[in-house]
């Protein structure tokens, strides 16, 4: 097969989309500890902190770690049973992890505004991660893997939110009223690249979704 500039370049894409999300997945389980080191403050205060705080983390690092591999197409071709299983693993984890944020919503130290990002993001990443299981017991692969780009996209949300974390600190931004603005700014834009990438591919996916591939 001839090495196009467009494969290079998704390969690029999933390599950097992969070692983030690993990264972060790992660095995200400390979450899970009792006394979880070097945590800030205002996450330990979370009314919601125990047990929802642990759930989240293990969890939702589990989703995190797993989601870019089910994207890897070759996995999907050679070792189909194996993606399946890995699908059946992250769902059931975002499931978990995203009620436990929706509870974890509800008990930020940084108001309703907030309350309601994460909020929504969390409802969000429920139902994307429902839409994709119900399409996939159907048999509509091709609109089960559009509902899975929206529930990764979301997944993705917990590097994102440390990206932008990172910067408010590099910055020295005011934490509180940055905080409430990451609390949408950490998800929306990545929603929006989703559609805009299903967009992008609909007509490129469509022949091997009819195959049923």
């Known amino acids: ?9 998704k390969n690029a894409g ?6 983030l999300s690993v990264s972060v997945a790992a660095a995200s389980l400390r979450y899970a500890l009792p006394e979880p080191p070097g945590a800030p403050v205002d996450v330990l205060a979370n009314a919601h902190a125990i047990p929802f705080l642990a759930v989240h983390a293990l969890f939702g690092a589990a989703a995190l770690g797993i989601g870019p591999f089910q994207f890897w197409t070759r996995l999907r071709q050679i070792r189909r049973r194996l993606h399946m299983g890995l699908g ?18 509800f008990g930020n130290t940084h108001g309703p ?23 996939v017991a159907r048999g509509r692969y091709h609109v089960h893997r559009r509902w899975m780009i929206r529930s990764f996209a979301l997944t993705f949300s917990a590097v994102t939110l440390r990206l932008q974390l990172a910067v408010v600190g590099l910055a020295d931004l005011p934490f509180s009223s940055s905080y409430i ?12 690249a989703a559609e805009l990438w299903i967009a992008l591919t609909a007509r490129q996916n469509q022949p091997a979704s009819r195959k049923g591939a």
């Open 88 to 105: 059946v693993v992250y769902a059931a984890c975002c499931v978990i992890a995203g009620t436990a944020g929706v509870i974890l919503a």
């Open 14 to 19: 999933f390599l950097v989309l992969a070692a």
């Open 181 to 192: 603005a990451i609390s949408f700014a950490c998800w929306v834009p990545n929603l929006m």
């Open 1 to 9: 097969m001839v090495k196009t500039p467009v494969f290079e370049l």
């Open 113 to 135: 505004i907030a309350a309601a990002g994460f909020g929504l993001l969390g409802a969000a990443w429920l139902v994307t991660t429902a839409m994709a299981v119900q399409a």
